[in-house]
């Protein structure tokens, strides 16, 4: 391994292309292609089409006006408190199916993040184990 390189060895080292030159060229794998270059070119091509189409826009906006306002077929906005849709009610079949299951998860959350991590790691080491164990 660290003896004298053969004939082949040194065509094989030749033929490699220095690392920066590496980084600003295309990487290719099997299952394509990537390059930098041509990545910031489609995104400064793109961004100029939305501007474009962005400078067609309407001229007459103004903000803070009435156009800002939701459309409701002509009625009035009504107060956020009286519309807004709750989640227990939005999902009150689904929770209630699910009960048994809903209500040990609520005790378990605590808020703290020190408890989520310990969870973590608990369940992350238990992964291993089982995966460590099968192999």
């Known amino acids: 391994m660290f003896g004298k390189l053969s004939n082949m060895d040194f065509h094989v080292i030749s033929q490699q292309k220095p690392f920066w030159l590496l980084s600003l060229g295309t990487l290719e794998t099997t299952a394509g ?8 070119i489609a995104f400064v091509v793109i961004a100029l089409v939305v501007y474009i189409i962005r400078a067609f826009g309407e001229k007459t906006y103004k903000k803070g006006s009435e156009q800002t306002k939701p ?6 906005e009504p107060e956020k408190e009286k519309v807004h849709v709750r989640a227990d009610n939005l999902f009150w079949g689904f929770t209630e199916a699910l009960k048994d299951y809903y209500t040990p998860a609520v005790r378990g959350h605590t808020g703290i993040v020190n408890d989520y991590v310990y969870w973590f790691v608990i369940v992350l080491a238990g992964l291993f184990i089982i995966i460590g164990v099968g192999t």
């Open 71 to 76: 459309f409701l077929s002509g009625n009035p």
């Open 33 to 40: 292609y990537w390059n930098a270059v041509v990545f910031v």
